[in-house]
Each structure stands twice: as C-alpha cells, then as structure tokens.
C-alpha cells in the first residue's frame, strides 16, 4: 500500500474465471439478512475535522492506515499527505471525537501504523529520492502522544504488522520504484527487504531489528526468489504483510507478482511462491461511458497487494495489481501457493450490481481490490475485501475458506484504504484516502457495527450496468414498481424497473431509449410513465455542446416517438442549469406535461425558477415562477432537481449544492396546482410549503451526506421514494442513497 502523496498512479500456472468463476453472486447471497454477521453504518467522520489548529479547511487531509488501541476506544490513523498521526476517541462508535495530531518531520511521511499494548508504532518513510531511500519507526505514547524512540529502517517502509503473542513485528522496506524513470519498470535498485522488530515484552528502548535480506550478495536474486519464477527477482518490492498465529509473516510482492512466507523467530525465508496469472472473462475493459460486462483480462499477473491469513495454513490476497497486471479480484492459497479459490469477476460484479462500478477505471484495473483483512465475529471467520476505485467493502464468510460466500455489500467514503475489524466490540472501521475539497469530496472514516444493515437500499437482481439515477416514477398498475432514469454519465440512456418489496430494493431490468432504432443518449434528468403507456422524459440541455432542453415522449419500449424543444425566447434565457424534473396530469387531449428548471432563468426574477406546463394537444407554453431558498454562496447554489404530482398538487425537492457536514438544504416542498393562464408577460410565483426535511434522513444513514437528491416518487401502494444521483463515481463516492421517508398521505396529506 503505497502512500497517495508518492504515488501516480509471473510464470505460474495460469487459471481462466469467468461468468461461471469459482463463486457465484446471486440475489439471495447479496441480500442482507442471511446467515452470519451483518453490519450497520452508524457514523462518517471527515478527518479535516481533526486538522491542526490554523491548517486551512481546505488543505488536503486523509487517512489511510488505522488502528486501534488496546481497549478499543481511541483510533489512531496515518495522513501521509498531512505529514501526521490523528487519533479519535471512538469510545461512542455513533458519535467519534477528534483527539488532535502528531506531526512528523518536514516531508516525512506515515505509512503504516499499528499498536502493541500502550503504543503506537508508526512507520515513517524519510526518503528524498527514490535511489536513496530511508525510513524510521516512531514509537508513541497513544495516552500522552509522547515520542518515546526512534529507530532507523536502513530504507523506505510501508507496512507493519504484529505477531497475536506481541513478540514480534513485522516490518517491510519496499524501496518502490520510480514510476517516472525507465517507464517505470523493474529492476530499479535498491531492492526491498524485510526487518523483524523483536519485541519479547520489553520496554520500547530494548526493542531490536534484524533483517531478512531478500537479496543476495551485490543484489543478486535469491534462489528461492528464482525458482517461483517471480518477475524481476532481483529487485523485490514487498508491499504489505500480515502475520498468523503460529509467528509466520506472508510478505506479498506486488511488482514481482509473488508472496514470500518468512519465520519470525528464526528471520528465514521458508517460501516463495508466484501469485500466478489469470484470465477473467465478463467484465468492463473500456473506458466509454457504457457499462458493457463482454470483455476480457486476459493471462494478467494477480500482483497482489494486502494479505491477510485466515487460518494456520491459508491466506487471501487483494489482487489490486500495479505496473503490468491486477485480477479485479482477490483470491485463497494455501501457504504452499496452492489456489484454492479465486474471485474470477464476481468482485467487480458487485461494484456493477451496487451501481459503484467506475467506468474511469474500466480501461486499466477496474474496481482494484487494494484492501483485505480478516477476523472472527460471534464465532464466524469473515473476510473483508475493499475496492480503491469503486468505494467499497465486500463482506465474506470465509469459515470455508475454499467456498467464501458473499455476506454484504458496505458502500464507503471515497479511496477505502484501511480495513480495521474491531471484533472485541463488534466494530469494523474504514479508513479512506481521497479528498478533494474542491470536489465537496473529503476522506474520512467510517465506522460500522454489528447489527441490522441499512445501507445499501437499491441493487440490481443480477450484474446489470446502472448509475447516476437522476428521476423515478411511478409504474402504472404495479403497487410496488418504479421506474428510474439515468442520466449522460452513462450512454445510452436507459430506464430501469425497480421492485420495492426487496430490501436492498430490486433493479429487475432495463429498457434502453432509442431513436429510429439505434440507441440514444439524452441528459434525462426527469421521466413519469403515461398512465396509457409510454414515457415522457426532461432531458437537460448545455449550451456549450449546443444541446437543448427537450420533452421527449417514448412509447413503451423506450423508442423515441416526439422531441419537443422549448419555444426560442425561453431556450435563449436557460444557461448550463435546465431541465430538471417532469409530471403529468390529465389524459389524452388534456394531457398536460409540467417541467421544472433546476436554477433562474437569465432575466427571470432573483431565486425564482420556473416551472412549465406544457398542453399536449396544442403545443403551448405557460410559465409559473417558484421561490427558492436563498443561496449561501455563488458555489453553493440551491435548485430544484425533481417534480411530481402529488395529490392535488405538485412537489417538487429543492437542494443546495454541498454534501457532507456542509450540506444544509435539502428538502422536499408542494405547491398547490396552478389554475388557468397568467397574463403574458407574468410570472405568477407560487406558494410553497415545507414538506420534509430529508438532511436528518440522510444523516440517519451514517454516511457521507450525497449532495444530489434527484428523484422523488409515489408507488402505487403510497409510499414516497427518494433516490441520489451518484454521479457514475466520479469526483463521488459512488453511493447510490435509495429510500423512504413515508407515506403520500402522511407526508403530504390533502389540502
């Protein structure tokens, strides 16, 4: 796990995977619910928020590697980026509380930390070049954060581990290579090694190093190294390690596709194996906008990076990959380097089904399993696997761990690096390393515990592309039914059908929109279903690539059957902010459409939107304003992003643009259904009235407050449904927020 801030970004007998892989992901497997441990979200914490006193809100603050102290109560986190340790008082899982900071040197950087029993043992890459690289071990004392010793590494580390006795750690020197020199490839001297830090239970000033060379002499390979056939054995880059409890430490060895097994009590290299290679069948290999799960990996090197031991003689590895391969996986060997499961696609599969996949990502190394640790709760042996791009933890039973069966999909804050379980208080902790404040995106972590799942709330009933929900509607006839709507994140656009008697809720299928017969792509920001069949969608225009504002009616089966574009005084005055939510009242000749804009037209009256109605049977326009709450600045604009009917009247959800702790509007608002014609020239403002606070129903989730509330519907049984735009993971977290906040007839009433 190499740190953000230094980061850019073989021969084995290879096995095929592919949508028959070695597991399968099926509906009943994916749903909360099943047998084994489940876990709630119950808290999101921004790490900015913990920043030394006077750092500016905005500076770049992550954390990466966590852990945790003996009593479980104060998490201690590296922020290589900051140059610092932070610690938060966890003692109310619910509630985590920033205890402060412990900077390092200038351009000195935490890589990984860990705790035996009152310290904190962090270590600390020191390099100024990647040819002369250094590094030290601090030791801290978590009460007080006092340094109690130093010792130098003799190169650059990056993780640590501990032996269950606390005998021993682990430490290993990856010396990374320079991704900018030779194109990054191997060999770059100097290679990395691997120190044992005796312990014994002494005090921090008699503990001891003593290195593994996993060199020879002039920095020959190893013959060990040689025989596994890793890539480029002469220059070994070990990139994490974990250690089992008969004091075995497995090394992997990313770049060189390989994991090495060493004894920390004699400090001899008993094994090395290759990672091997794979082909992966079934998965997203391009990089356009479509979600198409037809292409093919094919005979990559695993390159694994964590690794943890799920028992004595058994150990996963996240096949996250680096210069030349990545599974999208994560796979079970024995000790001896046996395969005895691999994920094949069904890893990225859930990103797909959880609607987080990340088409950026779909061209080099997809979903990139990066994290994995392993413990046991209420009896049960789990393991968890993180994805780097697609901002999640999959959740597995691994109490066979040649059959590791799929227990829970935990949507999470943006770059999940660390994955710390917590068994003793039935806590697991996430920690992340994106942050982008200019994004409304900010690292955090995220603490789960045992008990009834509330996230995720929407899933497709099989591997199936979707995202960047943007309106739902009703589907006529059907008590439990939804339709939802994408927006140009992905092409073409597509409608999908939702079942909302499934928890997670179900996508069952999709329809793909067409025009004269070939796929379509629109900016659908809005759609209801015509009670006689069909669809109306709004799709959203943008003047800087000349595409308009338009009414599209589809028939049943998505085909394009009217573009309608605005009358050309209205279309003139709509900037980048048009279309946003679309309804329907009446039938047949007095079938009527009602369109809202998400922000103020050039001209238009200040914090005053309008909504349209549009008569189907004589193609006029008539205008209504609507009175926006004031914004709080010019970047934190407030809008609206969806309309409906309800009852006898509309409803529409008005928002601003913030997400996380900033967030501070977004609600739902109704206004009685306009009557008549205004006089030309008007703009009548309607009277609104506060429907629902949703930020305490957003915050409830424990998650990253989502900045884009887009869709809001009724279901035939009465149910209100809201759903967030995740925005296809870009510059998000990929969380795609799926609930309800009530009844119509509560919520709403009549009036």
Request: glycine content about 14%.
């Amino acid at each position: 796990m190499k740190s953000r801030a230094r980061r850019t970004g073989l021969a084995a007998a290879a096995i095929t995977t592919g949508l028959t892989g070695l597991v399968a992901v099926h509906p009943a497997s994916a749903a909360p619910g099943g047998p084994g441990a489940h876990f709630e979200r119950v808290a999101t914490y921004p790490v900015y928020q913990n920043r030394p006193v006077g750092a500016p809100a905005a500076e770049s603050t992550v954390a990466e590697i966590s852990t945790v102290s003996a009593d479980g109560r104060t998490l201690v986190y590296t922020d290589a980026v900051g140059g610092r340790i932070g610690f938060l008082d966890i003692s109310d899982p619910a509630r985590p509380q920033g205890r402060g900071t412990f900077s390092l040197g200038a351009d000195e950087e935490p890589t990984s930390v860990t705790v035996v029993g009152p310290y904190a043992l962090v270590v600390v890459d020191t390099s100024k070049s990647f040819t002369a690289p250094s590094g030290r071990l601090d030791v801290l004392r978590v009460a007080d954060r006092t340094k109690v010793r130093s010792i130098d590494l003799g190169g650059q580390p990056d993780a640590i581990a501990l032996s269950g006795d606390g005998r021993y750690g682990a430490i290993v020197i990856e010396n990374q290579r320079d991704e900018e020199a030779a194109g990054g490839a191997l060999p770059q001297t100097p290679g990395g090694f691997l120190q044992i830090l005796d312990l014994g239970g002494k005090a921090p000033q008699a503990w001891a190093l003593r290195k593994v060379a996993f060199t020879g002499p002039a920095g020959a390979a190893l013959p060990e190294f040689l025989s596994a056939g890793l890539d480029t054995p002469q220059d070994p880059e070990p990139e994490y390690v974990a250690v089992n409890d008969t004091g075995k430490a497995a090394v992997t060895l990313q770049e060189n596709n390989g994991v090495a097994i060493v004894d920390l009590a004699t400090g001899k290299v008993e094994r090395v194996f290759s990672a091997g290679r794979v082909t992966v069948t079934g998965v997203d290999t391009q990089k356009d906008g479509a979600i198409d799960l037809t292409g093919t990996v094919k005979d990559a090197p695993r390159e694994p990076d964590a690794i943890a031991w799920i028992d004595a003689h058994t150990l996963a590895t996240a096949n996250e990959g680096d210069w030349k391969g990545g599974s999208r996986g994560w796979t079970v060997f024995n000790d001896t380097g046996k395969v005895l499961w691999d994920a094949g696609n069904t890893f990225e599969h859930l990103a797909v089904r959880y609607g987080h996949h990340n088409d950026g990502r779909a061209g080099k190394k997809g979903a990139e399993p990066e994290g994995l640790s392993v413990a046991t709760y209420q009896g049960r042996r789990y393991a968890f696997v993180g994805s780097e791009r697609a901002n999640f933890v999959g959740v597995y039973d691994v109490s066979r761990p040649t059959a590791p069966k799929f227990v829970q999909f935990l949507p999470t804050n943006a770059g999940p690096e660390g994955l710390l379980p917590v068994p003793s208080r039935g806590l697991f902790v996430v920690s992340s390393e994106e942050d982008n404040a200019g994004a409304g995106l900010r690292a955090g972590v995220q603490i789960f515990r045992l008990g009834k799942p509330t996230v995720p709330g929407l899933a497709a009933s099989k591997p199936m592309g979707w995202g960047a929900l943007s309106g739902l509607s009703p589907v006529p006839g059907d008590r439990h039914g939804l339709y939802a709507v994408s927006d140009s994140v992905y092409n073409p656009a597509q409608i999908y059908r939702i079942d909302t008697r499934r928890t997670p809720a179900s996508i069952t299928g999709a329809i793909t929109v067409t025009k004269g017969g070939a796929p379509v792509a629109y900016d659908a920001e809005g759609i209801i279903a015509r009670p006689k069949g069909g669809f109306w969608l709004a799709s959203e225009g943008d003047p800087a690539e000349k595409r308009q504002n338009l009414l599209v009616r589809l028939d049943s089966k998505g085909a394009v059957k009217k573009e309608i574009p605005l009358p050309a005084d209205i279309a003139a005055r709509v900037g980048k902010q048009g279309f946003e939510g679309v309804a329907v009242t009446g039938g047949g000749s007095r079938e009527q459409v009602w369109v809202a804009f998400q922000r103020p037209l050039t001209g238009d009256p200040e914090n005053v939107v309008r909504v349209g109605r549009h008569s189907v049977a004589d193609g006029t326009w008539t205008w209504y304003g609507y009175p926006l709450e004031p914004s709080v600045s010019a970047d934190n604009w407030n809008g609206l992003s969806e309309l409906i009917v309800a009852g006898d009247g509309l409803a529409v959800v008005e928002r601003d643009k913030a997400s996380g702790p900033l967030a501070a509007h977004k609600k739902i608002y109704s206004v009685a259904l306009p009557k008549g014609s205004p006089a030309p020239g008007t703009l009548p403002v309607l009277r609104k009235k506060v429907v629902r606070d949703l930020l305490p129903d957003l915050r409830g989730l424990g998650g990253w407050v989502q900045e884009k509330v887009e869709g809001l519907a009724i279901a035939g049984d009465g149910r209100v449904w809201v759903v967030t735009d995740n925005d296809g993971v870009k510059d998000a977290t990929g969380e795609t927020v799926f609930f309800s906040p009530g009844t119509a007839g509560r919520l709403f009433g009549r009036r």
